[in-house]
């Protein structure tokens, strides 16, 4: 049976009738890195610096340094990120599950709500209502916000700072309460957190770090191309680097989708 | 009066580019702490100890008495020339390319005699002059008067000139136009007559206070440039990298912790702005400044680095910050050595503590930022390469080279 269906995806991925769909954004140093205060330690940024390149360095070959932080650019968050996850089992990137890499994915279309408000936040109510429209969320699934925002390509507006902090969408507790009782796998979004931008100023702060990974559940985030998904039925393939008591790494996010 | 120089045209293009070429740069060890002295600022020749003559050229032994005893003490350039001449012809490449050239025989009130260039508004022997010390482009230490008051145009002379960077008609880039700092010295550019002052901007997502009000002055423009970022600087020098004339780095990362007080991750990124940033600035953009040493009327003349005080001696308050910048130190020093034959100078500005963010816990005195800002533009205008700018780099400069060992116990509890 399980080798068959494997067969029938081969065929379908080869026939264009399950599509792939690219959920990263490229990493680049000209893509943002998250910003705290200058008080805290900071993510290094994403770099990339020559080896050689066909020249007295190395004549056949190009190649480069990389040097970044585990949350940069597109990336997944694992359970040990937060305060709230550090003794669970099985909670950093080493460990993780592995069949829990590959997921189905429940997609809650917030653009026009994100377009209208950049500070606004997903409710526990717009989680039962997209359900009573596409059907429980269930357990498993990773839920993720599609707000358009990685349409802002411009670091400014992406990042959305003014003097009180970052601008940018996210889920309230309540929300984040609910979809940790359908046992998700976990939350993601197009924004550079999974919380929102203001979240330093909820109760608790940070919400969806304390709750998610409280419980073991995984981020994603820095996500892209969550428009062109369904709202259920795509299946994300979301693989961290395996570094040793990693709290998370950059990730070349995948979704697979019914094609034409 | 020297007439004053003129907005130069822009190079002919089908012409051969004017290479850089260097005044003879050999000298003995003696005579190495004219330069020294020249480097500050400082007149400075050798006092005898025992018959108290002052003389010169420099010797290792006194010539009037033969002790040893000699001290190097600053000295009044007051003097008679006695006699002048023009040269017409000369062999060496650099003089070659200048000639002619006024040439005159000093003798100081101090006593000994000087063979000097002459600035153009030098009154024919006999006449009073006062002679300065000056590095010339080879980086060493030689005499020139000038006359002895000032007059109109004096700094335009084409002699002196060779000797100093001002800023007028110059196009320069401020690497970090985010900081007080960096506007501070963009402002001071503008108004010493710079034509193009670019600032970069690093993180253009975290805004900074003064750089809209900057932007407003005609003559500033705001690039992109992370200086932790090799492709950001690689593509800024292919955009600008031919046109710099005058480069300051001020890109800066201070925070102020002690050794111990955190991992290491602060003082990678103290190292990756301070040391290896100027080093990412030194590949991207020093080529093309060597190339450009003597294009015009205004060459490719000047790369100033901000150190700290505390590249000399660690301050172990601010650990980590010491050695991030005593390592931007050691490299600036490659970076001179590097850009000597084109006659490029390489001022270094080792500043007390600024009055900034990351100082909030020193007390005064601290550097105002336009402090520091007039004290750079005052360094390219006198041809100055070892900056100490302020009460506090002056008092530890001083106690450095009295003691170095003393001066360590000393910062200990600051």
Redesign the interface.
Known sequence: MSAALLNELAGALAADSVRVVDLSQTLS?RF?QI?LP?EF??C??F????ISRYDERGPGWYWNNLSFGEHTGTHFDAPVHWITGRDLPDNTTESLPPQSLIAPACVIDCTAEAARDADFLLTAEHVRAWEGRHGKIPAGAWVLMCTDWSKRTD??A??????TGQHTPGPDANAVRLLVERDVLGFGTETIGTDAGQAAHFRPPYPCHTFMHGAGRYGLQCLANLDLLPPTGSIVIAAPLKLLRGSGSPVRALALTAGI | MTPPLIRPKPRNPIRALRLPTSPPVVRSRAALRLTAAAAEGRFELQHCFKCGTVQYPPRSACGTCLSHRLEWREVSGAGELISDTVLHHSNELYYRERVPLRLGTVRLDAGPSLLVHLHGDCAAAPSRVRVRAHLDKSGQAVLIALPPQDTANMTDDPMLREMTSDPKFHKILVTDGKSPLGQAIAKALVDAGADIVWVGVA?????APGLAALEKLSQVERVPL?V?????VRDLAGVIGGKVDILINTAELH?AHGVAD??T??A??EMDVNYFGLLRLAHAFGPAMRARGAESAVPASAWVNLLSIYALSALPSHGTFSAAKAAAFALSQNVRADMRGAGIRVVNVFPGPIDDEWNQLVPPPKLSPDALAKAIVAALRDGVEDVYPGDVAQDIWTRFRESQKALERELWDQ
């Open positions: 140093p943002p910003v200058p330690g900071q290094a940024p770099r990339l610096e020559e670091p400014v992406y990042q959305n700072f003014d003097e | 993180e253009p997502w975290k805004d992370d932790t970022d090799e492709k950001s925070r955190r991992g991750e602060t990678r990124a």
